[in-house]
């Protein structure tokens, strides 16, 4: 008397079965992504993968595919939604990845793509940055062409230099009494 039996665990195994097989799923989606399978990650996506998922270290799947040099994984990847500046946690972006790799044509996707050019990837350093302390001298001159510089501009400066550019056109809305 007193002793109850033992309720099967069915559920509870159940849940934890699916969980695992879930998290199994997610590993071999990450592994597509860094080997550029891209119509196996595409069908997985179909399926409902988050087309933003990350692995343990903040590692999008557009990211690992762009790092590994898979132009049509990326591209797959930007059509489904990945969000193109997404950090992994080191601060990282996808643009910083392929300035440090050289890829080129991967950097020209990603700016198509509004990959923000300026973007600090850790420590200050910017794509053209990692594309020049690495000695990728085709991806610096390429991302200077599209408005990277080597030296560190602070926004503040950017939004001071547009207010010095459109000095002209605010003097023209502002009352005359705050003018002298």
Not at 24 to 35: N, P, S, T, V
Request: aromatic share 6%.
């Amino acid at each position: 008397m007193g002793a109850y039996p033992v309720v099967s665990h069915s559920i509870p195994i159940a849940a934890e079965s699916e969980e695992q097989r879930y998290r199994e799923f997610q590993r071999l989606a990450i592994d597509r992504a860094r080997y550029g399978e891209t119509d196996a990650l595409a069908g997985m996506l179909r399926q409902g993968l988050p087309v933003n998922l990350c692995d343990s270290r903040g590692n999008s799947l557009l990211l690992l595919s762009c790092y590994h040099g898979h132009l049509e994984t990326a591209r797959m990847l930007l059509k489904a939604g990945a969000e193109v500046d997404l950090r992994n946690n080191r601060g990282q972006t996808s643009l910083g990845g392929v300035a440090f790799k050289g890829y080129l044509k991967i950097a020209e996707l990603l700016l198509w793509h509004g990959a923000d050019i300026h973007a600090d990837n850790g420590g200050g350093m910017t794509p053209v940055m990692l594309a020049s302390v690495f000695g990728r001298t085709a991806m610096v001159s390429f991302l200077e062409q599209h408005g990277a510089a080597l030296i560190r501009i602070h926004p503040l400066s950017r939004q001071a230099h547009l207010l010095i550019l459109l000095a002209p056109l605010i003097r023209l809305f502002v009352p005359r009494s705050v003018k002298s």
